[in-house]
Every structure is written in structure tokens, then in C-alpha cells.
């Protein structure tokens, strides 16, 4: 086991080194090299989720790293949640290496974005095995770094230069209070090992503060952009569109929410109450940014944003296993929808603005279709994936905590009004512009991972195909929402929240639509709040401008006038007093020496006579 | 009249002595410096005198002998000395012979 | 004397005996100074690598001991002792690896008067070869003037603009801290009756006598300030970055990379363990003095412009934390803080070389006059990435361990939690300083000086003379990175052994207990000067 769970991890590594030292010139080497990795991090997946022994959790460490008490050590857990994930990253990044066999096809740099991919799955899958929270910190950065490699594929704009910046910048924010709070818990309980801290926290609930929670949700908060660190991600898709697939879909910024599980025995009731409260608040708030994006990219960005709320807000009502689902459910119908998105991109010659689109489906019937399962499955259509995992959210809130439903269920709403708006705008109708006229339908690289994801995305929600392995920890939180009551009255409200999304996006945007959106016109106050995203980019980009560089620089004004200045320069000055009341003695006239003369020859006599020896 | 005493004696050493050390210090004329050092030296001259006589010891009268000595090599130099100055800066003040930039 | 010893002073004699030859015969033929340059810093690097695969880790003592008493200072108790342990040897090593590179990187760099520029390098590499290898204190302090003053000459005969007066600024501020350092030095040689003035036998005479508590607060005082300046602690930080600015590359290298360890290695070798009372109460102080290297110099280095001044600025902030391990007086802290030595030796060493080759491909080293440099030197951005992940402190390069491990040491006590909170800001600090230098330099649209300057001269990426010092220095930082135990078991061990007192004194942290305690015992020895010790504190 522990040779299949090293193998595992260090697969995507070698695959890196080796683009890294030897394929950089030789982009289709690299990335045959890459998927043949992740082709291979599947296969070991498998077993470590079904082989033998299996059933139990294994975990095995080393010591890696020892100062005086503190001892880091490397180790796995396979526990349930690593399983699910699991299955998730290894199944979900196959598939999009694929896909991006397809549309990296005629990049220059492929071997760099190849070797990127494996970095990352090298990260990820560290996060997902790692036994203790020190190891799953190193994993998170090496995450962010990736992160910040491929996003910054297309160097050359200053489009990615920024964004990757600020991902990784904004990252770090979260890492600060991550490592804080990893720091804290050493000293509280003695240990970072997860297993060895359930025990701790379990024989004395009195030892955790929300304050504690709350330090080590930041690492949440950064990685999957939660509010106030969510600024990253809309940015974050100037990167190629697998990768943001990949990570800012299906798999980084979930690793998040499986921190919060995997810590989910520390947390007091105060804090999952603020998480689930902060998380319903970013799905509503994210979803009415969605209302009026014009990128493809951007829209399905502020999804996700709006999607990872959904989980934190299943987290905070106490049923991880719930957020677990939704991750999962999410992962498939989300990368479907990205693909699909990338598909139209490459298609339509890199345009991005929907309003430029428009008839895709009679051009490209499989994206197209794919596309819409995609759209019906996040919407919440019965019986498809995403209507299992979000129903579940909206009846547990609904019967533990009232106020997080509402909000939660206007976000569905909007999710619908959005998710829909998005397909009739790029799909249906007549086509807007020259790049859509002449769009084709993909090659089957890409193609197929869109079919086999959008038949997860339809399955994917009965709980009882999946190997048990797979959905163990998800089983008893589906069961405990199951024995809730008011399904029915859940049912029909899901019912009227996507029939009524899909009515009114038809009424507004299923007609010919022109370049320009039609709610500019309908209610243009509430386009302005919504294009605005309540400032918060305006916020930030203040911050940093106009107090933090200034502040910086004043701070460097402080320092050359006072310590340079005052300090170093003004005890040179001071040594060069002393310097010039001697030389004031260097007169060069005879009289002023002889005064000295006499004046010392003087003091001598004094002293000899009246202080001194002589008596 | 009252007879002269050592005190006065003393009083005019002092007298001289001082003529010659405010001359040292105040005087522009590099010669005459070098005459109110000679005054000086007789004033002590005269104490030293003045002492031996009253002890009756010769002591007193040998150092003067001494310091007649050393006054006429110290003047031998101190005039040669000032004529290669002069030579040198035309003149024989003593502001003249600054050569520190100050 | 065997293989090891020869080895051992080999690396400090035959720089120096080359830099004497260069001096004396090949002053004006560039060609064979440059052989004998390469051998003149290639021995070192060799010798260090592997003097440091072969110490034992375990041994809390030295290896390798060479040992002359006869120097005619035997009244002073002065002898010519030198060895390793588990605290010097990674730093030997480094200090010989960053000395080849830096002797390549100067031997590729057009400097007038060439065979001049490399025998004062390697006068400068055999102090810094000698100041890690001695065991006595005297030839400690001497290395180090000895490596000190050709740097004086080197900038002021072949730095930047400024360079004269940075130069005297330089010369008088180090010479000061050097001075006010050789005062606690020489206190501590006059107070302690040591047979050798050397660090095993400071150790005994304290753990048999003892200093009075007053007496160790001050010369910790004087120590601390001394070394402080040396290494650029706040407020006495300011002639770092003006400096390494001017230096020539191969200078900024080994004094930011190397020599700045020699008051941070004098102080967790003997000030801590010698001087507890005076840890604990100047303790509090240096952390706040550190918090100040930390976060104003770190503001200061995102506001720079000028690359190799925010490289100088960045590594006075990284002092910071070395700082604050050691502040914290446990031996988490001061291991924590000698692996952080360690990296960042290596990693701010390797940015001023990538500085260099940057300037030499845009004509500048002001940032807002480049931009887009990635699309024609890849190989540089690449090595230009790693340098600054690892400056930043991402995991896979040495500097993590030691900042995470200096941040856990100051979360064991809840009132330094304070400080943990605002150190740690340092990591935000200085990924956006590394990453906005990262997009400036590299990505993005090149600016219209550097579209100018690419008129006149053609961008080529590195070749292989620029690749190998950068890969020389690039890979045992990767080793530290990926493999941590593998100068880290050294250090434990011996910093453990020593910090006794410290782990010992768990929420006795207050008390002026002035004796160590004794490794076997659980009390604290009832002697004489401890008793005038407690007297002395009910005054």
C-alpha cells in the first residue's frame, strides 16, 4: 500500500522533472508524457480506493524533519473523504488532460503547461493524502504555485502577469492565517497529526476557540475564495480554460472545503455558524455578480464562487459529508461546463464575450448538448446530479437555520436565471459575429472527456452506483437529510426556482438578443450593482495604490531621513563636531599656542600643587 | 626711608617677569617676542638671585650662570630662525607666518 | 594529521596562499589568475562538500580537530584550533559553494584589473572558510576582519556609482560593530577563567562558575548590538541595501550570502548558550527589533524599484527572522534559525548573481524599465522563478523549513503570540515584493527602454557559463528543500546539547538562573554564585 500510495505521488513529479530537464522543446512528448502520468495516477487510485484491504483506513508515516521536540513527519491517510476526492481529482484529471491534448494542440509552450498539470497533480494529490496538517500546508503551497505557473501560461499579457500575481498574492493572505492557526493547534494539542487530533479533540472539546477554527478556516477562505479573499479567482481565468477546468473548477479551490473536513472535529458551533452564514452569503452574492458577465469564463468563475458558498454553507450546518457531495457533483457538471466553454473558445477563435456568440448548437451539436446537461444539472433539475447534492443543502438548511435557506435559495434562483442566460446567449438564436459563423465542432480529444463527464453529471447524483468506497463518507449525512422532513415542499420550491430560472432568461435573453444586455435596459440599476461586484476589485485596487504603495514609500522616506538620516549620517555629523572643535585648535597663529602652552603648563603647577602628589 | 627688602627685589623680578609674559603673548613683532622672552628669563634672573642671597646658599647664583647660558644659544637660534623667516615671508609678524588655511 | 584535517586547513590556506601568489607574479596576466582562481575556490567548495557528507551528525563535539597551542598567546588562552560540528558544517559548506560561484560569476564579469579583483576574493573566501572552521575565538574574530576588509577595497575600487562614499559609509559601520562585538569578546575572555579561549571550553567554565546575571545582561548587550550591526539588525540595517547595491556582484554574494552569518553564527554559538540571563532579558527586545527588520525593511523592499537594492532590502528582512529565532531562547528557535541561515545564504546569494545576468541582458536594473524578458531567456525566468519561490519561503527549498520552524518556536508562549502574528505577516510581505519584481521583470509588454536597448544589443538566454554557478547554488538549496534531515540532524543534536537550560526552564523563563543546568540533574545546582545571584535580584 504505501509503495502505491508513494508511486502515486511521485508519478506526476517525475513526469514533471523530466519535461522540466529534457522535453522543453519538445511540446508533444511532454504532454503525451503528461497524460500517460495521469493515466497512471487513475490506475493507482483505483487501488489504493478498492485493493486489498481497502475497507480499513490505512495510514502510514515517516519522519521526515526533526527539531529539538517538534517532529514533522511524511504520511498518508486514506480515509473515506481522501477516497472520494480521491476518485474525484484522479477520475476528473484524466479527463481534462485529455481534453487538453485537444485544445493546447497548436501552443507554443506546451511542454511548460503540460509539465505545469503534472506539478499540480503532484500538489493536489499531497493535499489529499497528507496525514497531518503541516504536510497538507507544504501541499497547499506547492497548490498556489502551480497555480501561479499556469496561470501565467500566456505570459506575454499583462492580463496574466496580474492575475497570477494576485492569485498567488491573495493566497498567501490565506496562508497567513493558515499557518497561524496550524502553529496554534501544535501548541494546544501537542500534535498536527489529523488522527492523532481527532482523538486530542475529541477527549477535551474544551481545548479548541472558534478563534482557532476561524484561523485555520483562512486557508479555506484563500484557497477556494471565500469572501474576503474571492477577488482572485474571476482574474485567475486568464489562464488557458483547462486549467481553469481543473483547478479553479473541480479541484483546488475544493481542496478547501476537504481542509474543512478534514478538521471538521475542532470546529466550536460559533465558528460553523459564521462559515455557513459567510458561505450562503457569497452563493447569493456571487450568483447576482453572474447575472451580467460578459465572458464565458467569468461567468462559470462566479459559479463556482457561488457553488463553493453552497459547500461552506453545507459545512457550517454540520453536514460535511453534504459539502462532500456537492464537491463532488460539483466537480463534474462544473469541468463539464468549462471544457464545453474551452470547446466554444478554441471553435471560435479565442472570443471570449458571449454576446458574440450566438446558434453554436446547430455548429457544434456535441459541446452544445453536453453543455446543457451541464446547465441543467447546476440548476437543480430533478434527478440529475447537481439536484441531489443541492437539494440536500436546501433541506438541511431549511430545517436548521432558517435564515441561510433564504439565501440560499435565492442564489438557486439566480444560479438558473445566470446558468440559463449563459447557454441561450452562446447557443441559441442567430449567430452575433464572424469568429461564431465559422465555428466547428472540436476534435474528438476534447469532445469525448465533454460525453463522459456529462454522463457523470446526469448519474452522477445516485449515490448507490458509486462504489461504496467512494461515497462512504458521504452515506450517513444523505441518510440523516433523508430523514428529514419536508421533502415535497423542497421538491416543489427546487421545481419553481429552475422553471422559473429557465422562464425568465428565456423571456429576457431566448430572443435575438444584440450585443448589448437586455437587462442594461429592463433594470439598469440593478446591471449597475451587479457589474459592479459591490466594488470589491475598486476596494482592493485602492488599497493597494493609493495606501499601501504610498504608505510603503513613505515608510522608505521615514527610513532614509530618520535612520540613514538622523541616525547614521547624524552620528557622523556628530563625530564631525568633535572633529571641528579640533581643529579649531590648529589656528596656525603662534599666540594661540603659546596661550595653550602657558594655560596647560598653568594646570600642571595647579595640580602639582594644590590636587596631586607633591604636598 | 626703610631699608630695601628681598620683597622688593622680588616685586621688581615680578614686574619684569610679567612685562615679558604678556609681551610673549600679545606681542605681533616676532623680534619683539623673542626680547619679551629674553625679559622674562631675567626677571626669573633676579628672583633666583634674590633667593640665593637671602638663603646664603650659592646654589641659586650657579642656575643663573645656567640660564644666562641657555638664554644666549636659545637667542643665537631664535634670531637665525626669524632672518630665514623673514627671507622667506617679508616680514616678521606673526599673522604673516600662517601657512594653516584656516 | 589526516585526510580530513588536511582538507579542513587546506580550505582556508590555499585561497589565501593563492591570492598572495596572484599578488605577487600574476598581476597583470589575467589568464593564469583565472586558473588559479578556479582552483583557488574550487578546493574550498570541494573540501566543504565533503568535510560536510562526512561529520557525523551525532557527535555534539568537533570533527576534524586540528589543534596548535604554541602561538605565543597562550597567556591569553589563545590557540590556533579548528574543527566542525553540526552547526558549522552545512555552513562551511556553503560558504565554499557560494565562493565558486561567486568566482565564476567574476571571472565571466569584465572587471578591470581582473587578477587584482580575484586575489582579494580570495583573501575574503579564506576568512569566510576560516571563520566557520575555527573553534577559538580569537581566530573567529580574526577570519572575519579578514574577509571583511577586502570587501572595503572591492567596492570602493569596482562598484556601482556612489562608490567611494558607500565604501567609507560601509568601512566605519561594520568596523564599528565589529568593534563594539570584540568588546563582549574580550569581556568574555577576561571574565571567564578558561584555559582556551575557545567555544568548548567557555561552555565548561560557565557550566563550573558562572557569571553574575548583571554581567551577562551586558556583555549580551554588547554582543547582540555588535553582531546586530554586522548582520543588518534594525535600526543599524541601513548600510545593507546601499551596499549590496554598489558591490560588485561577486562581492554582494558572499558578504549578503556568507559573511552576514557570522554574527548570527556567534550569537547562537556563544552568546545564547554562554549568556542565558542575558537572552531572556534582551530577549523581548530583539523581538521587537526584529518584528522591525521584518516588517518596515520588508515595506521598504516592495516600495524599491532598483532590483539589487530591493534583493538587499529583502535579505535584511529575512534577518529578521533569523532574529526572531533566536529571540525566542529556545533550541527550536536557534536550530530553526541556523537552517534559515543556511538557505538563505544560498538563495540571496543566487539572486544577485541572476541580478547580474538580468543587467547584463536589459542594460538596467531599474524594474519599471524591463518587462517581458520570459519570451526571449526562459532559462533565466526559470532560475529567476526558483530563486524567488525560494526567497519567498514556498515549501520544496531550504528557507521554508527554517521560517516555519521559527514561526512554531514563538507560538509556545501565549505572549509572543503577538509577534507571531505580525512576523508572519512577513510571508505576504514578501511574496509581494518577489512576485511584482517576477511580472515586472518577465511577463508582460516590454517597455520602451527595453525595447531600445534590444536595438543596439541581441537578448540571448543564459549559456552554459551563467547556468552552472546559478545550478551550483540552485541544487543543495533543492537539497535543503526536499531533504531537510540531512543538515538539520546535525544541527538538532548540537544546538540541543547546548540549549539545555533553556528547554529546561519551562515557565521559569523569568527567573535570573545564571547557571546551566547540568545535562544529568532536574534541579538547579546549588552553588555560591547562584546564591549572589538571588541576592543580587533582591536588591
Given at each position: 500500500m504505501v509503495q502505491v500510495a508513494l508511486s502515486l505521488l511521485l508519478l506526476p513529479l517525475l513526469s514533471a522533472g523530466i519535461t522540466l530537464l529534457f522535453l522543453r522543446k519538445y511540446g508533444n512528448i511532454a504532454a503525451l508524457l503528461s497524460v500517460a502520468s495521469a493515466g497512471g495516477i487513475l490506475a493507482f487510485s483505483s487501488f489504493l480506493i478498492f485493493g486489498k484491504d481497502s475497507d480499513q483506513i490505512f495510514s502510514w508515516s515517516t519522519t521526515w524533519f526533526q527539531l529539538s521536540d517538534w517532529e514533522l513527519s511524511f504520511g498518508f491517510l486514506v480515509d473515506s473523504p481522501a477516497k472520494t476526492l480521491l476518485f474525484v481529482v484522479s477520475f476528473v484529471g484524466l479527463l481534462i488532460h485529455i481534453f487538453s491534448l485537444g485544445y493546447m494542440a497548436d501552443d507554443k509552450a506546451k511542454a511548460r503547461y503540460f509539465g505545469g498539470l503534472s506539478i499540480f497533480m503532484f500538489s493536489m494529490l499531497g493535499i489529499t493524502l497528507s496525514d497531518n496538517l503541516v504536510m497538507i500546508f507544504v501541499f497547499w503551497e506547492l497548490v498556489g504555485f502551480s497555480s501561479y505557473l499556469l496561470i501565467a501560461h500566456y505570459f506575454s499579457t499583462d492580463e496574466a502577469a496580474n492575475a497570477s500575481k494576485k492569485a498567488f498574492i491573495v493566497n498567501r493572505v490565506g496562508d497567513f492565517g493558515f499557518l497561524l492557526g496550524i502553529i496554534i493547534t501544535y501548541w494546544t494539542y501537542g500534535t498536527v497529526n489529523l488522527q492523532e487530533l481527532s482523538v486530542t479533540a475529541n477527549l477535551d472539546p474544551s481545548l479548541t476557540s472558534t478563534m482557532l477554527c476561524l484561523l485555520l478556516a483562512c486557508g479555506f477562505i484563500g484557497k477556494s475564495a471565500q469572501f474576503p479573499l474571492h477577488v482572485w479567482l474571476p482574474d485567475a481565468m486568464a489562464g488557458p480554460t483547462p486549467v481553469s477546468a481543473l483547478i479553479h473548477a473541480a479541484t483546488m479551490v475544493a481542496a478547501g472545503i476537504f481542509l474543512l473536513i478534514r478538521i471538521e472535529f475542532l470546529f466550536t458551533v460559533e465558528a460553523l455558524k459564521l462559515i455557513g452564514l459567510a458561505g450562503s452569503v457569497m452563493g447569493l452574492y456571487a450568483g447576482f455578480c453572474a447575472l451580467t458577465q460578459r465572458d464565458i469564463k467569468k461567468v462559470l468563475a462566479y459559479s463556482t464562487l457561488s457553488q463553493l458558498g453552497y459547500m461552506a454553507a453545507a459545512f457550517g450546518l454540520g453536514l460535511p459529508g453534504i459539502a462532500l457531495f456537492h464537491l463532488m457533483t460539483h466537480a463534474f457538471f462544473?469541468?463539464?461546463?468549462?471544457?464545453?466553454?474551452?470547446?466554444?473558445?478554441?471553435?471560435?477563435?479565442?472570443?471570449?464575450?458571449?454576446?458574440?456568440?450566438?446558434?453554436?448548437?446547430?455548429?457544434?451539436?456535441?459541446?452544445?448538448?453536453?453543455?446543457?446537461?451541464?446547465?441543467?444539472?447546476?440548476?437543480?433539475?430533478?434527478?440529475?446530479?447537481?439536484?441531489?447534492?443541492?437539494?440536500?443543502?436546501?433541506?438541511?438548511?431549511?430545517?436548521?437555520?432558517?435564515?441561510?435557506?433564504?439565501?440560499?435559495?435565492?442564489?438557486?434562483?439566480?444560479?438558473?436565471?445566470?446558468?440559463?442566460?449563459?447557454?441561450?446567449?452562446?447557443?441559441?438564436?442567430?449567430?452575433?459575429?464572424?469568429?461564431?459563423?465559422?465555428?466547428?465542432?472540436?476534435s474528438v480529444f476534447m469532445t469525448a472527456p465533454l460525453i463522459v463527464l456529462a454522463v457523470l453529471a446526469v448519474f452522477g447524483g445516485f449515490?448507490?452506483?458509486?462504489?461504496?468506497?467512494?461515497?462512504?463518507?458521504?452515506?450517513?449525512?444523505?441518510?440523516?437529510?433523508?430523514?428529514?422532513?419536508?421533502?415535497?415542499?423542497?421538491?416543489?420550491?427546487?421545481?419553481?426556482?429552475?422553471?422559473?430560472?429557465?422562464?425568465?432568461?428565456?423571456?429576457?435573453?431566448?430572443?435575438?438578443?444584440?450585443?448589448?444586455?437586455?437587462?442594461?435596459?429592463?433594470?439598469?440599476?440593478?446591471?449597475?450593482?451587479?457589474?459592479?461586484?459591490?466594488?470589491?476589485?475598486?476596494?482592493?485596487?485602492?488599497?493597494?495604490?493609493?495606501?499601501?504603495?504610498?504608505?510603503?514609500?513613505?515608510?522608505?522616506?521615514?527610513?532614509?531621513?530618520?535612520?540613514?538620516?538622523?541616525?547614521?549620517?547624524?552620528?557622523?555629523?556628530?563625530?564631525?563636531?568633535?572633529?571641528?572643535?579640533?581643529?579649531?585648535?590648529?589656528?596656525?597663529?603662534?599666540?594661540?599656542?603659546?596661550?595653550?602652552?602657558?594655560?596647560?603648563?598653568?594646570?600642571?603647577?595647579?595640580?602639582?600643587?594644590?590636587?596631586?602628589?607633591?604636598? | 626711608m626703610e631699608t630695601i627688602s628681598p620683597s622688593h627685589y622680588l616685586f621688581l623680578a615680578l614686574c619684569l617677569f610679567s612685562i615679558g609674559f604678556f609681551g610673549v603673548l600679545l606681542r605681533r613683532n616676532i623680534l619683539l617676542l623673542l626680547m619679551s622672552l629674553e625679559l622674562m628669563l631675567n626677571g626669573i634672573n633676579l628672583a633666583l638671585v634674590t633667593f640665593s642671597r637671602t638663603s646664603l646658599n650659592l646654589d641659586g647664583s650657579i642656575f643663573v650662570f645656567f640660564i644666562m647660558t641657555v638664554a644666549a644659544a636659545e637667542v643665537a637660534v631664535g634670531l637665525a630662525l626669524l632672518v630665514a623667516l623673514y627671507k622667506k615671508r617679508q616680514s616678521v609678524f606673526s599673522e604673516d607666518m600662517n601657512l594653516v588655511s584656516n | 594529521?589526516?585526510?580530513?584535517?588536511?582538507?579542513?586547513?587546506?580550505?582556508?590556506?590555499?585561497?589565501?596562499?593563492?591570492?598572495?601568489?596572484?599578488?605577487?607574479?600574476?598581476?597583470?596576466?589575467?589568464?593564469?589568475?583565472?586558473?588559479?582562481?578556479?582552483?583557488?575556490?574550487?578546493?574550498?567548495?570541494?573540501?566543504?562538500?565533503?568535510?560536510?557528507?562526512?561529520?557525523?551528525?551525532?557527535?555534539?563535539?568537533?570533527?576534524?580537530?586540528?589543534?596548535?597551542?604554541?602561538?605565543?598567546?597562550?597567556?591569553?588562552?589563545?590557540?590556533?584550533?579548528?574543527?566542525?560540528?553540526?552547526?558549522?558544517?552545512?555552513?562551511?559548506?556553503?560558504?565554499?559553494?557560494?565562493?565558486?560561484?561567486?568566482?565564476?560569476?567574476?571571472?565571466?564579469?569584465?572587471?578591470?584589473?581582473?587578477?587584482?579583483?580575484?586575489?582579494?576574493?580570495?583573501?575574503?573566501?579564506?576568512?569566510?572558510?576560516?571563520?566557520?572552521?575555527?573553534?577559538?575565538?580569537?581566530?573567529?574574530?580574526?577570519?572575519?576582519?579578514?574577509?571583511?576588509?577586502?570587501?572595503?577595497?572591492?567596492?570602493?575600487?569596482?562598484?556601482?556609482?556612489?562608490?567611494?562614499?558607500?565604501?567609507?559609509?560601509?568601512?566605519?559601520?561594520?568596523?564599528?560593530?565589529?568593534?563594539?562585538?570584540?568588546?563582549?569578546?574580550?569581556?568574555?575572555?577576561v571574565l571567564l577563567d578558561a584555559p582556551k579561549f575557545d567555544f568548548p571550553s567557555l561552555t565548561e567554565s560557565l557550566l563550573t562558575d558562572g557569571l553574575k546575571v548583571g554581567t551577562q545582561q551586558k556583555i549580551f548587550g554588547l554582543l547582540l548590538f555588535g553582531f546586530g550591526i554586522l548582520v543588518a539588525l534594525f535600526p543599524f540595517h541601513t548600510w545593507a541595501p546601499r551596499g549590496y547595491e554598489t558591490a560588485p556582484t561577486s562581492v554582494s554574494m558572499l558578504h549578503a550570502g556568507v559573511l552576514k552569518k557570522f554574527g548570527l553564527y556567534g550569537l547562537v554559538q556563544?552568546?545564547?548558550?554562554?549568556?542565558?540571563?542575558?537572552?531572556?532579558?534582551?530577549?523581548?527586545?530583539?523581538?521587537?527589533?526584529?518584528?522591525?527588520?521584518?516588517?518596515?525593511?520588508?515595506?521598504?523592499?516592495?516600495?524599491?524599484?532598483?532590483?539589487?537594492?530591493?534583493?538587499?532590502?529583502?535579505?535584511?528582512?529575512?534577518?529578521?527572522?533569523?532574529?526572531?529565532?533566536?529571540?525566542?531562547?529556545?533550541?527550536?528557535?536557534?536550530?530553526?534559525?541556523?537552517?534559515?541561515?543556511?538557505?538563505?545564504?544560498?538563495?540571496?546569494?543566487?539572486?544577485?548573481?541572476?541580478?547580474?545576468?538580468?543587467?547584463?541582458?536589459?542594460?538596467?536594473?531599474?524594474?519599471?524599465?524591463?518587462?517581458?524578458?520570459?519570451?526571449?531567456?526562459?532559462?533565466?525566468?526559470?532560475?529567476?522563478?526558483?530563486?524567488?519561490?525560494?526567497?519567498?519561503?514556498?515549501?520544496?527549498?531550504?528557507?521554508?523549513?527554517?521560517?516555519?520552524?521559527?514561526?512554531?518556536?514563538?507560538?509556545?508562549?501565549?505572549?509572543?503570540?503577538?509577534?507571531?502574528?505580525?512576523?508572519?505577516?512577513?510571508?505576504?510581505?514578501?511574496?509581494?515584493?518577489?512576485?511584482?519584481?517576477?511580472?515586472?521583470?518577465?511577463?508582460?509588454?516590454?517597455?520602451?527602454?527595453?525595447?531600445?536597448?534590444?536595438?543596439?544589443?541581441?537578448?540571448?538566454?543564459?549559456?552554459?557559463?551563467?547556468?552552472?554557478?546559478?545550478?551550483?547554488?540552485?541544487?543543495?538549496?533543492?537539497?535543503?528543500?526536499?531533504?531537510?534531515?540531512?543538515?538539520?540532524?546535525?544541527?538538532?543534536?548540537?544546538?540541543?546539547?547546548?540549549?539545555?537550560?533553556?528547554?529546561?526552564?519551562?515557565?521559569?523563563?523569568?527567573?535570573?538562573?545564571?547557571?546551566?543546568?547540568?545535562?544529568?540533574?532536574?534541579?538547579?545546582?546549588?552553588?555560591?554564585?547562584?546564591?549572589?545571584?538571588?541576592?543580587?535580584?533582591?536588591?
Open positions: 462544473k469541468a463539464l461546463m468549462f471544457l464545453g466553454s474551452g470547446s466554444v473558445i478554441h471553435a471560435c477563435h479565442h472570443e471570449q464575450d458571449i454576446f458574440n456568440y450566438g446558434g453554436l448548437r446547430k455548429k457544434m451539436p456535441v459541446t452544445a448538448y453536453t453543455f446543457l446537461i451541464g446547465v441543467l444539472a447546476i440548476s437543480g433539475v430533478h434527478f440529475l446530479s447537481g439536484y441531489f447534492s443541492k437539494d440536500a443543502i436546501l433541506l438541511g438548511a431549511y430545517n436548521l437555520d432558517f435564515v441561510i435557506f433564504s439565501i440560499l435559495y435565492l442564489g438557486a434562483i439566480l444560479t438558473s436565471i445566470y446558468m440559463f442566460r449563459l447557454y441561450f446567449l452562446t447557443f441559441c438564436g442567430e449567430t452575433r459575429s464572424k469568429s461564431s459563423e465559422n465555428a466547428v465542432e472540436s449515490h448507490s452506483l458509486y462504489p461504496a468506497q467512494i461515497v462512504e463518507y458521504l452515506l450517513p449525512d444523505i441518510s440523516r437529510v433523508a430523514e428529514m422532513p419536508h421533502h415535497l415542499w423542497m421538491n416543489i420550491l427546487g421545481l419553481f426556482a429552475w422553471v422559473g430560472g429557465l422562464l425568465f432568461a428565456w423571456k429576457i435573453y431566448g430572443s435575438d438578443t444584440q450585443s448589448k444586455d437586455p437587462l442594461e435596459l429592463k433594470a439598469p440599476s440593478l446591471f449597475q450593482l451587479s457589474t459592479s461586484k459591490l466594488f470589491f476589485d475598486e476596494v482592493y485596487l485602492f488599497y493597494v495604490n493609493r495606501i499601501q504603495d504610498p504608505f510603503f514609500r513613505f515608510l522608505e522616506v521615514m527610513e532614509l531621513l530618520f535612520i540613514s538620516g538622523l541616525m547614521v549620517r547624524g552620528s557622523a555629523g556628530v563625530a564631525a563636531l568633535f572633529a571641528l572643535l579640533g581643529k579649531s585648535f590648529y589656528s596656525g597663529k603662534i599666540h594661540h599656542y603659546s596661550f595653550w602652552f602657558v594655560l596647560g603648563t598653568l594646570g600642571f603647577l595647579a595640580y602639582a600643587i594644590l590636587g596631586g602628589g607633591i604636598s | - | 594529521m589526516d585526510f580530513h584535517q588536511i582538507l579542513l586547513l587546506g580550505s582556508i590556506v590555499v585561497p589565501l596562499l593563492s591570492a598572495v601568489f596572484i599578488l605577487f607574479f600574476f598581476l597583470n596576466d589575467s589568464c593564469r589568475a583565472k586558473q588559479i582562481a578556479y582552483f583557488a575556490f574550487g578546493f574550498p567548495c570541494a573540501a566543504g562538500i565533503f568535510l560536510f557528507a562526512n561529520t557525523d551528525p551525532y557527535l555534539t563535539g568537533y570533527s576534524f580537530e586540528l589543534l596548535y597551542e604554541r602561538m605565543g598567546l597562550q597567556s591569553l588562552g589563545i590557540t590556533f584550533h579548528l574543527g566542525l560540528n553540526g552547526v558549522s558544517s552545512p555552513l562551511f559548506a556553503m560558504a565554499g559553494i557560494v565562493g565558486l560561484s561567486a568566482c565564476i560569476a567574476a571571472i565571466n564579469s569584465e572587471a578591470k584589473r581582473l587578477p587584482l579583483y580575484l586575489a582579494l576574493l580570495a583573501f575574503m573566501q579564506s576568512g569566510l572558510m576560516g571563520l566557520f572552521a575555527s573553534v577559538d575565538i580569537f581566530f573567529y574574530y580574526l577570519f572575519h576582519e579578514f574577509a571583511l576588509i577586502p570587501t572595503f577595497l572591492m567596492i570602493g575600487l569596482w562598484g556601482g556609482r556612489d562608490r567611494r562614499s558607500i565604501a567609507l559609509e560601509i568601512t566605519i559601520y561594520l568596523t564599528l560593530g565589529a568593534l563594539i562585538s570584540l568588546g563582549g569578546l574580550v569581556a568574555l575572555n556563544l552568546a545564547l548558550p554562554l549568556l542565558p540571563a542575558g537572552g531572556i532579558t534582551w530577549g523581548p527586545y530583539l523581538m521587537w527589533l526584529a518584528l522591525g527588520n521584518i516588517l518596515v525593511v520588508g515595506a521598504i523592499t516592495v516600495a524599491q524599484n532598483n532590483l539589487k537594492s530591493m534583493i538587499g532590502n529583502g535579505s535584511v528582512m529575512h534577518m529578521g527572522y533569523c532574529f526572531l529565532g533566536l529571540a525566542v531562547c529556545s533550541s527550536l528557535g536557534a536550530s530553526a534559525a541556523v537552517m534559515l541561515m543556511c538557505a538563505h545564504g544560498l538563495s540571496v546569494s543566487l539572486m544577485f548573481l541572476l541580478a547580474n545576468y538580468i543587467n547584463k541582458r536589459s542594460g538596467t536594473l531599474e524594474m519599471n524599465e524591463m518587462g517581458g524578458l520570459a519570451s526571449q531567456t526562459p532559462i533565466l525566468a526559470c532560475f529567476f522563478a526558483a530563486a524567488t519561490f525560494a526567497t519567498i519561503g514556498l515549501p520544496g527549498f531550504g528557507n521554508f523549513w527554517g521560517e516555519f520552524a521559527i514561526f512554531l518556536s514563538l507560538g509556545e508562549y501565549a505572549d509572543n503570540r503577538l509577534v507571531l502574528g505580525l512576523a508572519a505577516l512577513g510571508i505576504i510581505i514578501s511574496a509581494i515584493f518577489g512576485l511584482r519584481a517576477m511580472a515586472r521583470i518577465f511577463y508582460g509588454s516590454k517597455s520602451d527602454e527595453l525595447l531600445s536597448f534590444e536595438k543596439e544589443n541581441k537578448i540571448l538566454d543564459l549559456n552554459i557559463k551563467e547556468i552552472i554557478p546559478a545550478s551550483l547554488i540552485l541544487l543543495p538549496l533543492l537539497f535543503i528543500g526536499l531533504w531537510p534531515k540531512g543538515i538539520s540532524e546535525g544541527i538538532d543534536v548540537n544546538i540541543s546539547s547546548r540549549y539545555q537550560i533553556f528547554d529546561k526552564g519551562d515557565g521559569n523563563l523569568g527567573l535570573p538562573s545564571c547557571c546551566p543546568v547540568s545535562v544529568i540533574e532536574d534541579s538547579l545546582p546549588e552553588s555560591s554564585i547562584q546564591k549572589s545571584a538571588l541576592e543580587e535580584e533582591e536588591k
